[in-house]
């Protein structure tokens, strides 16, 4: 019982590595992860990629647009576009 | 023979996000970046018929939202000059020496930094346009606008665990994509 606990499949442990990196993992997942990655290469290098990703993505400053904002200039391209076509 | 068409009506979709990026890293302000991405759009509507076909669209889009960050900085730099000349030199003997006092060193090392990160930015952007809509739109929400996963569900109508596969794929994919253009 304890075993079936503490040992997680693969496709577990990289769901965890995928919420650590938004630091949504609990304490106990994060264990049960570090055991995984004690033992498991495919876990391991799944958790080498991923965090190199979280580090990139978090050095860019990368930006974009949210919701409201694309939309905001979707609906105003889209009336000057119409516009336009009745022309 | 042009090499490449134009749709406008899937700009906004395309490249939207990557004309942002490109435009807030040159001017720093959200509100401002928005808009010259818009008056891009407005501009490349009404240009259409000057697009041969040489180059991509979003290349295309790129040169005119160029075009528009430098007027902008023509705008706002005349503006200050006048106001600092006025301000601060009165007499014939000190003219020209505010240029080298308020000029800023164009190799500071930030300046470096800056261009790295737009390139990386833009490669993130390219990976983020191979991916599937939803992946994209989620990976952005929660990667890169930090949103909360509560609220990217709510927005989505999806749920949690439905959003953690969904975030699984687009990192997996984007992790992939990086290590072929970046790392």
């Known amino acids: 019982m304890k075993k079936r606990l503490l040992f997680i499949s693969c496709e577990e442990a990289q769901h965890i590595c995928d919420k650590t990196q ?14 995984r990655l004690s033992w498991c290469r495919i876990t391991r290098a799944y958790s080498i990629k991923n965090g190199k990703l979280t580090d990139i993505v978090n050095n860019s400053n990368v930006e974009c647009l949210k919701h409201n904002e694309r ?3 979707k609906e105003q391209f889209q ?3 119409n516009n336009q076509n009745h022309k | 023979m042009p090499n490449h068409q134009i749709d406008p009506n899937k700009w906004i979709d395309l490249y939207s996000d990557y004309l942002f990026n490109y435009t807030i890293t040159r001017v720093n302000d959200r509100d401002l970046a928005k808009d010259l991405v818009q008056d891009t759009f407005f501009a490349g509507l009404k240009s259409m018929k000057n697009f041969k076909g040489e180059a991509s669209e979003r290349t295309w889009l790129i040169s005119i939202l160029k075009r528009k960050i430098i007027d902008h900085y023509r705008k706002i730099n005349s503006n200050k000059g006048k106001a600092e000349v006025r301000m601060s030199y009165s007499s014939d003997e000190n003219e020209g020496d505010w240029l080298e006092e308020r000029v800023a060193d164009p190799f500071d090392k930030t300046a470096e930094d800056s261009i790295e990160n737009t390139e990386l930015g833009s490669a993130i952007h ?3 346009g191979k991916l599937p809509e939803k992946q994209a739109t989620v990976f952005k929400m929660k990667t890169i606008l930090g949103y909360e996963t509560e609220a990217i569900c709510n927005e989505l109508d999806i749920t949690a665990s439905n959003l953690w596969v969904i975030i699984h794929r687009a990192r997996t994919a984007m992790a992939d994509c990086m290590e072929k253009n970046w790392f």
């Open chain 1, 22 to 35: 938004y630091e949504e993992a609990t304490f106990w997942e994060k264990t049960k992860l570090n055991i």
């Open chain 1, 71 to 73: 939309e905001d200039i």
């Open chain 1, 79 to 81: 009336n000057e576009l």
């Open chain 2, 126 to 128: 390219d990976c983020l």
